[in-house]
């Protein structure tokens, strides 16, 4: 499934007023920020052999020396251009060390070059591109580690969607909320991924007998508030992209499940800073247009501190989840950089741009930046992984692997930032979730038993 699954957590904490769900916030007239391509044509090419230096730390008083090196949204944070910015706290300084690469999982590379060359982009009648032949029955990269033109922007979005997953991972995440007062809330959910299709793991055929047709599921229970508790939803993810997504949630006051509709996309969550859309977009209602490769600072998390509340910044009045020093290993990475525009099948959608920074080290996102209607900077999700070892090996792992993410939303100083902790993969998963109809929302019958 696409991005995941921790923004799915946060959902379900709105489910429960029965999607009561509230208009798009009016822009503040504060933003100061418009699209323009310009900015992502001033940031470094990959191929430059410009370089920061391990060692440096950047701050305050030097981060315009760097500034090409940076996502909009690091330059935005320096710059102070809106409510939600940099101080001159120290967890705020980024000291640069080297660039840190993990090889995918030995089958899933062996699938890339046993399947890339198959695969083909096909017109829809938008004006989009979807993936032939279908992708249930092969794994790897669809287009390979190194996409080409023409059409590069689509191969590289479509190779992110089909980046690697396990076949099942089961997570804690603990979600905090802020509005523009400061107001703190939390949630805790356990969530579970898993891939039905389109499998790269060894013992398993890359299509599984019970797939029905389905690239991923998402189940999503909610731990606490405790007047939440039991609020169970799953997210089914169709392999044909072009099909709409399913939702599914078990409602414990009702005692009985019911199906979600898939039409409201641009639909904030109540009490969040999530969309309907931003776990599962379908890419053949979008223009892709492809913006650059570039080398640009982000962050991977240190495995074990990653998981603990105290790691990352909890002020409101700050960046909140924002990972401290101690446990972010900043580097340069290679990113490919698109531009989605919604097309006119959509109607009026929730914004005019959506820009996803995608790194190339296995082709998982980074960041992802939203301009709305005016084409003023709206909202970013900043996606921060960690190494995980799996299978004998350290490697990035689409979706699940994010330890930190959320919207920032600029223009209205609200912050929704989800961490995961406890992560099981594989047969390490609890006995109960490796049953195949938990991933089916047949098995939200079964919550309360």
């Not at 939600?84 to 980024?94: C, L, N, Q």
């Not at 508030?225 to 939803?233: D, F, G, L, N």
């Not at 929730?350 to 790194?359: P, S, T």
Request: charged fraction near 20%.
């Amino acid at each position: 499934m696409f991005i995941s699954i921790r923004t799915q957590s946060i959902r379900l904490w709105t489910v429960i007023a029965l999607l009561a769900l509230i208009g798009l916030s009016v822009p503040s007239a504060s933003a100061q920020v418009t699209y323009d391509t310009n900015i992502y044509k001033q940031m470094v090419d990959a191929s430059s052999s410009s370089t920061i230096p391990p060692g440096t730390e950047i701050n305050l008083d030097n981060w315009t020396r760097y500034k090409a090196f940076m996502p909009l949204f690091l330059q935005v944070l320096f710059a102070g251009q809106y409510p939600i910015k940099f101080g001159r706290e120290p967890e705020y300084k980024i000291k640069v060390g080297p660039t840190e690469n993990y090889p995918y999982i030995s089958q899933y590379a062996k699938d890339t070059e046993k399947y890339f060359a198959q695969s083909k982009l096909v017109p829809v009648q938008n004006g989009s591109y979807t993936i032939s032949p279908p992708v249930q029955d092969s794994g790897g990269l669809p287009f390979g580690p190194n996409p080409t033109e023409p059409l590069l922007a689509y191969k590289v979005i479509y190779n992110f969607w089909m980046s690697y997953q396990p076949r099942i991972i089961d997570y804690f995440a603990f979600n905090w909320l802020s509005d523009r007062y400061h107001n703190i809330t939390t949630t805790i959910t356990d969530d579970v991924s898993y891939r039905l299709s389109h499998l790269s793991e060894p013992g398993f055929p890359h299509n599984l007998p019970y797939s029905a047709g389905y690239l991923s599921s998402g189940r999503y229970l909610v731990i606490t508030p405790e007047q939440s508790k039991y609020t169970t939803e799953i997210e089914l993810t169709p392999a044909d992209p072009v099909k709409d997504p399913e939702s599914y949630v078990f409602l414990p006051s009702l005692r009985r499940a019911l199906r979600l509709s898939s039409s409201a996309k641009c639909a904030p969550i109540l009490g969040t800073d999530f969309i309907n859309d931003d776990p599962i977009f379908q890419i053949p209602y979008f223009k892709i247009t492809f913006l650059g490769e570039k080398k640009l600072l982000w962050a991977l998390l240190d495995t074990e501190g990653s998981t603990r509340p105290d790691s990352y910044v909890t002020k409101a009045s700050g960046i909140l989840g924002w990972p401290k020093p101690e446990i972010s290993r900043w580097q340069l990475r290679d990113m490919y950089i698109v531009d989605l525009e919604p097309l006119p099948v959509l109607g009026r959608y929730c914004f005019n741009h959506k820009i996803m920074y995608i790194d190339k080290d296995g082709f998982i996102e980074a960041v992802v930046e939203e301009f709305d209607h005016s084409d003023k900077y709206w909202r970013v999700s900043p996606y921060r992984q960690r190494v995980l070892d799996y299978l004998g090996q350290k490697t990035l792992v689409s979706a699940a692997g994010s330890v930190n993410n959320g919207p920032v939303d600029f223009q209205n100083s609200h912050q929704t930032i989800a961490f995961q902790y406890d992560l099981t993969i594989g047969d390490k998963v609890p006995a109960r979730l490796q049953d195949a109809a938990m991933a089916f929302p047949g098995s939200l019958s079964q919550v309360m038993k």
